[in-house]
């Protein structure tokens, strides 16, 4: 079954927190990826990973800072984010990012305020 | 890059009744088509997609038809149900590179 698990669910932090988003699949999947969703708009895309390997950075601003421990882990850090920082943050995974393996498995997200 | 462009952005049908949302595509190279359904605080759920060898395929009342020639595609639900209300988006890939890209959304409200 296809299953994305992201925590925590909510999280609200000053601008000169530091924070981690955490997100797990176990389907054995080698992509991953990070989106920001503000209401009312379609995901964009941040980051892509594939093969545990930075494959795509959007121009994110550095205060968001991606790692991928290994195929089954994905983090954001947060550092010193803006009020517009405040969105859904999704994770998604695929069994590759290219080719024919293509269909992104979306996890519940979290739902980011930044005071 | 891809553009991709989803029209109506709002939709209200009766139970019962059938509901389109159409998506333009503007690189010709993309090959890969999927459609997702967001409930309000919910993940956006896969639920329907296309690749570009095929200009049609359906799983029970829901059908995607893809045009390459014009490079449009169109999510047709039929037998709506209250159940179906939600935002749906439309996207586009080249499989040989590593971006999706969505959709503006389309916000169903189906009435009972």
């Known amino acids: 079954d296809t299953e994305v698990t992201q925590t925590p669910k909510h999280l609200v932090m000053g601008m000169t927190n530091k924070k981690s988003l955490k997100c797990e699949q176990h389907m054995g999947h080698r992509a991953m990826y990070w989106y920001k969703q503000k209401a009312k708009k379609p995901p964009e895309l941040m980051f892509v990973y594939s093969y545990e390997k930075l494959s795509i950075n959007e121009s994110v601003p550095s205060r968001f800072s991606p790692e991928c421990p290994n195929s089954s882990l994905l983090n954001l850090h947060l550092h010193a984010l803006q009020p517009e920082d405040s969105a859904l943050y999704l994770c998604?995974?695929?069994?590759?990012?290219?080719?024919?393996?293509?269909?992104?498995?979306f996890g519940d997200g979290t739902r980011l305020s930044i005071l | 890059g891809e553009n991709v462009e989803q029209h109506p952005s709002t939709l209200s049908v009766q139970e019962g009744d059938s509901a389109v949302i159409k998506c333009t595509y503007s690189d010709s190279a993309s090959n890969y088509f999927p459609w997702y359904k967001q409930e309000l605080g919910k993940r956006p759920q896969l639920i329907i997609d296309i690749r570009s060898n095929v200009g049609e395929k359906k799983d029970q009342r829901i059908a995607v038809t893809l045009n390459k020639t014009a490079k449009h595609f169109s999510l047709h639900i039929t037998e709506t149900q209250p159940e179906d209300s939600a935002v749906y988006f439309c996207?586009?890939?080249?499989?040989?590179?590593?971006?999706?890209?969505f959709g503006t959304g389309t916000r169903l409200l189906v009435s009972p």
């Open positions: 998604a995974s695929s069994q590759d990012a290219q080719g024919l393996n293509l269909p992104q498995h």
């Open positions: 996207a586009g890939q080249n499989t040989g590179f590593q971006k999706l890209v």
